[in-house]
């Protein structure tokens, strides 16, 4: 779903900086050692979707690390001055040339170990015509019993799909949030 | 390492910054001149709340640019490794030293001059014991026909306390998100 590896944000910081905490402030911040320019951390946007077509619903098998070979809902980075809806259906283009109609917010998840927060839509395709964009190894229109449960990429795919399956038919509700006690972490074999 | 044409990048970055396109990206970015580290921009989260007690509504005034004297949901960036709901949480206890419990998602708004996401929430107070934190010049409980409707700090604001009206009595409802047509445009007298 997101590409932890192709976006530092928390990690992989210009050399010169070095960790502090500013004059005025609580927290460690990453502070040059040349100018003293002060390089806030801040977590980062996902957006996505559950798209559906009839009764089948999108979903992509991944072509980049991490989790390469997985499958994934259509979602990415938000990127500067979108919003969250043209978010999602820029990354529905990108990984697989879709052209969806937002309906509504399906899930709002945060993942702290990431400084994530998911945005992820309920939508549905214009036309079942899709293909494999550049980070996508191949995509398919599965029907509920058809998902490859073992081979989802990450926990918040799962989350999506069991949200979008419990308000199937719903409309005008209250956006799901994280199962209790769930943060994203992945067990350690696939970390 | 840095391209000719490519300018420095004139404020609010490290000085080194030049903005180019990287190899087999599709977006300007900020990269060091140095080093070549890439220094991703990514969108802001802004975690808050429409906070009561009993009927009223917590507003501050606020004591910092911008807008510094006009009132303002308690509200802010989010931090690293918080979830949604524990910024809004702790941005309450920061600007009004205020405890509160989250009742649902009010609002999503998408801000795009500003590249911001806000995650409005709609929340009680446990306690009418507030006070002003440090970026907080007052703080008040406003009945909806006291609020200072002509010194509301952003347009988001309006639209956050128009939302929660709208709403005010109903559960499981979808968050609202920007009035049609409109994105945060400040109104030129007060960029």
Known sequence: MSKPGTKPV???HHKRFVREIPDGDDRSRLVCGDCGFIQYE????VVGSVATWEDRILLCRRAIPPRKGFWTLPAGYLELHESAAEGALREAWEEARARL???QLLAVYSIPRLSQIQLIFRAHLLSADVAAGPETAELSLFTWDDIPWDEIAFPSVH???GHFQEMRGQTGFAPRSN?????GELA????
Chains 1, 2 share one sequence.
């Open 10 to 12: 928390a990690s992989g």
């Open 42 to 45: 801040n977590p980062v946007v």
């Open 101 to 103: 109609e937002i309906e």
């Open 159 to 161: 989350w999506a799909l």
């Open 179 to 183: 199962p209790p006690g769930e943060f």
């Open 188 to 191: 350690a074999e696939i970390e």
